[in-house]
Nanobody
Framework: QVQLVESGGGLVQPGGSLRLSCAAS????????MGWHRQAPGKQREWVAI???????DYADSVKGRFTISGDNAKNTVDLQMDSLKPEDTAVYYC???????????WGQGTQVTVSS
């Protein structure tokens, strides 16, 4: 019943910016946190960022200072503002949600981000 839908992916040049959005629906109770993972070709899935219901955020070292996560608790949405993009940021980006009622996480279908000249 819980569904997450990402949007905003695309092709950008190195040094450019992109903003990803994720909207969760079907929640009976509030989420504890939402965030983002990414998976580049030939690499394992990598955690990127999280924002908790309290507003506390954390980032992977690889994106710290370049990416900013924000969210709306009432709407169960989360955004990822990506600045100073590098070719190494090329990946499928997945939104995830940590529910308050279970230990399992919910995932979106992913959105492709390609950073290339």
């Amino acid at each position: 019943q819980v569904q997450l839908v990402e949007s905003g992916g695309g092709l950008v040049q190195p040094g450019g910016s992109l903003r990803l959005s994720c909207a969760a629906s079907g929640l009976t109770f509030s989420a504890n946190a939402m965030g983002w993972h990414r998976q580049a070709p030939g690499k394992q899935r990598e955690w990127v960022a999280i924002i908790r219901r309290s507003g506390i955020t954390d980032y992977a070292d690889s994106v710290k200072g370049r990416f900013t996560i924000s969210g709306d608790n009432a709407k169960n949405t989360v955004d990822l503002q990506m600045d100073s993009l590098k070719p190494e940021d090329t990946a499928v980006y997945y939104c995830y949600l940590k529910p308050s009622w279970a230990a399992r996480d919910y995932w979106g279908q992913g959105t492709q981000v390609t950073v290339s000249s």
